[in-house]
């Protein structure tokens, strides 16, 4: 069974940091590219950033870029998305997706993240 | 990176069929064949639906289809029951190695 399982999320203050991680099983990982996607209290899905298979290739979108950073451990089986100088705009459910033909086939249960003073 | 535009929501009574649009940009949508929907229900995550357009992952009924013309894509749900009230969002592969999300769609079952 693929399972995705993110981690690490909370209440941090502006400018802050936060490291979340998405533990994968069930599955080869090592082969697949992964997303991540967020998503604001009652708001839509927002691409965040996607990762290659392995690890040598990031895109964020234009909302993060410079601020946060996507990695992955395939010996661990997970990906991390490390996020600084968070505003509060930031706030949202992030989801990890595992990629397959560009579609995320399967999501994690999501991390919520809450940026404020 | 803008998103792709939804309507923000739409509807149906029971047995009805209903057609969600999703438009784009010759930068997207127009350009790639890496569109897909995916079904959202409250304080859930967003469920695979419809990949590369038309392709149906194993388990999704086939009341579920999907198309593209140009810049759009659409996705008709047929046979309209309960249990399709929800939020559906489509999405594409951007030029540039991107990908973008619509705003979404609250689907309502009368």
């Known amino acids: 069974e693929v399972r995705l399982e993110e981690s690490g999320g909370g209440s941090v203050q502006p400018g802050g940091s936060l490291r979340l991680s998405c533990a994968a099983s069930g599955f080869n990982f090592r082969v697949h590219w992964m997303h991540w996607v967020r998503q604001a209290p009652g708001a839509g899905l927002v691409w965040v950033s996607h990762i290659n298979n392995e690890g040598t290739m990031t895109t964020y979108a234009a909302s993060v870029e410079g601020r946060f950073t996507v990695s992955r451990d395939n010996a661990r089986n997970t990906v991390y998305l490390e996020m600084n100088s968070l505003r509060v705009e930031d706030t949202a459910v992030y989801y990890c997706?595992?990629?397959?033909?560009?579609?995320?086939?399967?999501w994690g249960q999501g991390t919520l993240v809450t940026v404020s003073s | 990176q803008s998103a792709l535009t939804q309507p923000p929501s739409a509807s149906g009574s029971p047995g009805q069929s209903v057609t969600i649009s999703c438009t784009g940009t010759?930068?997207?949508?127009?350009?790639?064949?890496?569109v897909s929907w995916y079904q959202q229900y409250p304080g859930k995550a967003p469920k695979l639906l419809i990949s590369?357009?038309?392709k149906r992952p194993s388990g999704v009924p086939d009341r579920f289809s999907g198309s593209k013309s140009g810049n759009t894509a659409s996705l008709t749900v047929s046979g309209l029951q309960a249990e399709d009230e929800a939020d559906y969002y489509c999405?594409?592969?951007?030029?540039?190695?991107?990908?973008?999300f619509g705003g979404g769609t609250r689907l309502t079952v009368l």
């Open positions: 997706g595992r990629v397959t033909a560009s579609n995320i086939d399967y």
């Open positions: 010759s930068s997207d949508i127009g350009s790639y064949n890496f």
């Open positions: 999405s594409s592969f951007v030029a540039g190695d991107y990908s973008v």
């Open positions: 590369e357009v038309s």
